[in-house]
């Protein structure tokens, strides 16, 4: 699933976001809030996780 958003993404010159919202809605039945939500804490576990690497 993550390669497939990957080649999307790569391919159309977006960020990895813009295929998976709507998966996360149409795919899974998630609400369009809950899919951009879920993309946001990913985002922020994603940014967390590299800030505490970078300064340790």
């Given at each position: 699933m993550?390669?497939?958003?990957?080649?999307?993404?790569?391919?159309?010159?977006?960020g990895?976001?813009f295929?998976?919202?709507?998966?996360r809605?149409?795919?899974?039945?998630?609400?369009?809030?809950?899919a951009?939500?879920?993309?946001?804490l990913?985002?922020?576990?994603n940014?967390l996780?590299?800030?505490?690497?970078a300064?340790?």
């Amino acid at each position: 699933m993550g390669a497939g958003f990957g080649a999307v993404s790569g391919g159309l010159d977006v960020g990895g976001g813009f295929p998976a919202v709507p998966a996360r809605a149409h795919g899974v039945g998630l609400r369009k809030r809950e899919a951009a939500g879920t993309g946001l804490l990913v985002i922020t576990g994603n940014a967390l996780r590299r800030t505490i690497a970078a300064t340790a």
